[in-house]
């Protein structure tokens, strides 16, 4: 391979001289992770180091894939087989050597485990000194015993509060719910929470056996008998007849007649609870959870903690109430407690010095957020409503506070879902992590954090088979004349807004006294027939009002439910239920508008069987032409014959997934291939049929830039091929399990499948940063294609951090001024040039620069 053009060493550069000597260097040699090229590549250490390139270039594979895991690898190897089961392990690098190499940490964009017990108090570790707080230096009612810190937390036996086991929460179903008709019999399917078909009927016919008559309408059914039925933990199991009526069953039970089969009883809350906790159908998932019904717990009203804990309080208020506090708020308030200097005489001036001292470190704490735009959350917030990008900076917030020295922190796009204000407290913060003497990598897409940057590693040239190559490996300046790089292109390019001309709206869309969030009575005019971008701060209310309130409204008039996502455990149910409502109606605009399009985040599947090709219909196409060629017909195979998810076309071991969980002993189970389908899915049966001599696994295997070649004459496929290549996803497989797609590229797969889909025009687009973990050059593309949908008569309304996506729109309404309660008010509104000359807007001074 050709080696990477790398800068002077002695070239200065903003912040400091960076030496790339054998004692100041990462020394890389042979990566081959994903589609590395057997890169070498040497690394300065103690600097702030940008990985850049388009989406898909390898610039992640050799960040986190190849140095991360590798440092990660190293230090495992020092500890005990068992503390190992308990460390989230990556897989080992593809690469010949690396030297130099300190221990890392990863910050990435990654959610975990969803739980309804994380939040940011827990993230941060702001809870935990809280507690000791309220243990320490708070107000006891008299005679109360002092409480140990353990007794603050809703995680543990001492504080949980009894009833709701510390959740704030409690699921409760009710005779109302699950019995929704009580005019019928329960042999006519009074209790509709019970499941259908056989086990519904075998429930009923236990009833009989039991004695109770399941033809006597419900409501005329004894109290104490129907609270039984419904809400009893008894599990009794009987003889059961089921042809016999009543009189013929009770019969046959006192003579001991054989029974067909002995049945056992679940009450309809059991049946319920536990099919939400244990089942893995999301159809069943679905049905059951209607029935349930999620209230605040009445014994903690909600603060999750038994009521001696509730009873102590810090500067009024209970720690419950503390915590629904913003941050903001909270150093607000500990501020008093650390500037009251204890006197020498005073009454308990050993309090006095504790409560300054661990306010003084929750301050600090608290302050390492605020300075990263983090002000307008509160500590209760649960980890799962947070961005990637807000976790994130959780984490960072935290490792600045740890103080640790000598070590590489690799960081995921942490500007993303950030305003270029707040980008840039993130670069102070970055800065400290460095002066502290540790080395920090970027992966980066924003041109102010490259700009800021000590050291450019760019990966490409394009994405895929046609990157994987370091095109330049140096200082900033140096990449001005890397004629291949798409970064240097845009990094030096003059500010390109002059080039656009705002298009005219078509009509107005009027929204009157909007309320959601922050948002308070809010009066707003959305542009129709052109492309609106929605700025402001982090937390300002942006969307609150495009994706939730605008969403909500237009749905309503036009007459759409909104679709209720299945819920898959507690913490999806407590996000349901906390929602909070819309307020608002639409004044005029609605006879411009038949149809609404939201492309969001969200995953487009939650398990390794749906993927690129499934979601987008593209694999309904490429069965139907495997089931016609002529093999295939003369087996009789059908289109069902190749898909995975089908047991006649499907490998029986791993039952079409790929891959099978190996279990080891002193180690953390690992998935490897499938040996008896070596990844491919299928059985062999399958394989052996092939079209233009590529078998089905063969294909999904393809990227869509590959694809588009092989299947240049099927226009079905081909309209797919082309609307995925035209948001920059072409370095994507054709079989990409939709658990390895980012956040981004799932919205722009969405995009891609609204985009192949003929345009009829009169259809508003909701898209919520769709320039998420895309390179400027990805951007452009993306751009072109909304504009598109704009031209062919359709209006486009975003959500957005990205300034180039700003000055290109037509329209910019700019939420703020602030976050949180210091936001949710258009603070200015018109054309790009219009909204950068506002003095009132935080986002105008960044539409006016390049960057």
Known sequence: MAKAQTGSVN?????????????????????????LNN?????????????????????????????????????????????????????????????????????????????VRSSVGSVTTISNALRMLYSRAGVYPQGQSILYADAFSPNTPQGACSQCHGIGRVFEVTETL???????????RAILAWPPAWQGQNLSRILVSLGYDIDTPWNALPKKARDWILFTDETPTVP???????????????????????????????????????????RTKKRVSQYMQISQCPRCSGKKLQRASLSVKFAGLDIGELSQLTLTEVASLLRHAVDKQPADNMLNREKAIVTQRIASDILARIEALTTLGLGYLSLERSTPTLSPGELQRLRLATQIRSQLFGVVYVLDEPSAGLHPADTQALLGALDELIRAGNSVFVVEHDMSVIRHADWIVDVGPDAGTHGGNVIYNGPLEGLRDITESHTSRHLFATNESAKHTPRQALAWLRLAAVERNNLRQLDV???????????????????SLVSQALVELVNASLGVSKSEEVPTDEADLLDRELETSTGGRIVDGM????????????????????????????????????????????????GGRFSFNVTKGR?????????????????????????????????????????????????????VESAKVFFINEPPVLRTLDALLQVGLGYLRLGQPATELSGGEAQRIKLATELQRPQRGDTLYVLDEPTTGLHPADVTMLMAQLNGLVDAGNTVI???????????????IDIGPGAGDEGGVIVAQGTPKKVARSEMSRTGPFLNSAS
């Open 11 to 35: 070239t200065r550069v903003k912040k400091n001289n960076v030496p790339c000597d054998a004692k100041h260097c990462i020394e890389v040699r042979g990566a081959r992770v994903h589609n």
């Open 39 to 115: 890169v070498d590549v040497d690394i300065p250490r103690n600097a702030l180091v940008v990985f850049t390139g388009i989406s898909g270039s390898g610039k992640s594979s050799l960040a986190f894939g190849t140095l991360f895991a590798e440092s990660q690898r190293r230090y495992l190897d020092s500890v005990s087989p068992y503390a190992r089961r308990l460390i989230d392990q990556v897989d080992e690098p593809d690469v010949d050597s690396i030297d130099g190499l300190p221990p890392a940490v990863a910050l990435q964009q990654q959610r975990g485990t969803p739980s």
């Open 178 to 188: 699950l019995v929704p008709d009580d005019s019928k019999t329960i042999r006519e």
């Open 240 to 282: 059961v007849f089921p042809e016999y009526n009543f009189a013929r069953t009770q019969e046959a039970i006192k003579k001991g007649e054989e029974p067909s089969y002995m049945g056992t009883f679940a009450s309809a809350k059991s049946y319920i609870l536990k099919s939400f906790a244990t089942t893995q159908s999301p």
């Open 525 to 543: 005019d959305f542009p129709l027939g052109v492309m609106t971008t929605v700025t402001g701060v982090s937390g300002s209310g942006k969307s």
């Open 591 to 638: 006879q411009h508008l038949r149809r609404l399009i939201t492309v969001d985040q969200k995953p487009i599947g939650r398990t390794p069987r749906s993927n690129l090709a499934t979601y987008t219909g593209m694999f309904d196409h490429v069965r139907k032409l495997f089931a016609s060629t002529s093999e295939a017909k003369k087996r009789r195979y059908d």
């Open 651 to 703: 490998c029986a071991n791993c039952e079409g997934v790929g891959f099978v969980s190996v279990e080891l002993l002193f180690l953390p189970s690992v998935y490897s291939p499938c040996p008896v389908c070596r990844g491919q899915r299928y059985n062999d049966k399958t394989l052996e049929i092939t079209y233009r001599e590529k078998n089905i696994a063969d294909v999904l295997d393809l990227t």
């Open 798 to 812: 975003m959500v957005e951090h990205d300034m180039q996506v700003a000055r290109n729109s037509d329209w910019v």
